[in-house]
């Protein structure tokens, strides 16, 4: 791809990056939140009950074809957002340059950190439900649930979880912040 082709994909994919985004924000940051909940032991109520918004927003099969809609999305979102980042390469948060600068400093950052397990349990998430193989299914099921993983796994998984809320929450308030028009000068 010639440097004029790259130049002419990156709006495209920031416009795809920001509506798919917009659209899937709430419901990412809720699947992420309660995720991160499942590493508590299974007889937990709060497990219980965050299990049941993590795999269908407690809608049933509605809501388990929405999350995995969303979690498909998830995918594109964050190879996109790596798309993007890669031309600045940067990660930092500079807090004293005003809210809408951190807000930016940190969905970039905490983006390109967490990246890989976000995309680890985006993929696997969205794969479980589909895919139907009998030796690639409890493979899929392991490194999406971490089940039997050490407990320093099941925290980082947990954290890479808890992303998906902070990229949904600085996404939406990246989306929100008021512009200023051409004739505020």
Known sequence: MTLRGAVRLRPFVL????WLGLASAVILSIVGATGAVLVLPPSSLG??????LHESLALGRLGRWTVLVATATAVVIQL??????????SVRVRAGSGWTRMVV???????VLA???????????AARPVVKHPSLRPMISLLHTTEGFPTPIKVLYAVGSMGFMVQGVTGLLMW??????????
């Open 176 to 185: 929100w912040r008021p512009r200023r028009r051409e004739s505020d000068g």
């Open 15 to 18: 416009l795809t990056h920001r």
């Open 80 to 89: 996109s957002g790596l798309f993007l980042w890669w031309k600045r390469k």
């Open 47 to 52: 497990r219980r009950l965050a299990g049941a």
């Open 105 to 111: 400093d940190l969905h970039n950052s905490i983006g």
């Open 115 to 125: 990246v890989s397990i976000m995309l680890v349990l985006a993929v696997t998430g």
